[in-house]
């Protein structure tokens, strides 16, 4: 199946805004993992950007995904980008 990756871009104040969405945002996220679609996801260190990796059957499966998570509904992540990614190791 293939890979992809997402990398994206949060807003500003974002450890404050993301508060009242955090815990849908995660039990979803845990769905996506228990599911085999997520492989993993999380923020950079000084949380201006998110990177996951999805394995899934196509690129519109994964769009679907982050526009349906509460990040993106809710103006956390702010853009996104995805593209197909082949795991050389």
């Known amino acids: 199946m293939p890979k992809y990756i997402m990398f994206g871009s949060y ?3 974002v450890l404050e805004k993301r508060a009242p969405h ?3 945002h995660l039990d979803g996220l845990k769905q996506q993992k228990e ?3 997520l492989v993993t996801l999380g923020p950079t260190k000084d949380t201006t950007k998110v990177f996951g990796i999805y394995e899934a059957e196509d690129e519109a499966t994964v769009r679907e995904l982050v526009e349906n998570d509460p990040y993106w509904k809710n103006g956390i992540w702010t853009e996104y980008e995805v593209k197909e990614w082949i795991q050389a190791f």
Do not use: L, P
Request: net charge neutral; aromatic share 0%; proline share 0%.
């Open 11 to 13: 807003c500003e104040n």
């Open 35 to 37: 599911s085999g679609v």
């Open 22 to 24: 955090r815990q849908a």
